[in-house]
């Protein structure tokens, strides 16, 4: 196997909810980037870093791409985003 390296990029948000709307636009603007996996990007608190929320849906979609869905969104998964 080989090694992965994950990129911590510290960006300051003043709430969670503001934190995770803006994962989710940069996330969905890197998926332009292969090595990018939006499933695994999450948020947390700057002094509570071990507890993370993720930001986007994690489900394998057949092709292997994943959902561009938020995390626990209702209805079927999807690559493309709900009006």
């Known amino acids: 196997m080989t090694q992965r390296y994950v990129i911590h990029l510290p960006v300051l948000a003043a709430d969670l909810p503001a934190a995770q709307r803006l994962a989710r636009v940069v996330g969905r603007w890197m998926t332009v980037l292969p090595m990018m996996d939006p499933g695994e990007m999450t948020v947390s608190e700057e002094d509570r870093q071990f507890l993370r929320h993720r930001v986007f849906c994690d489900l394998l979609l057949p092709g292997g791409r ?5 995390a626990d969104h209702d209805g079927e998964c999807s690559r493309r985003l709900r009006q």
Do not use: D, E, P
């Open 66 to 70: 994943r959902c561009l869905l938020r």
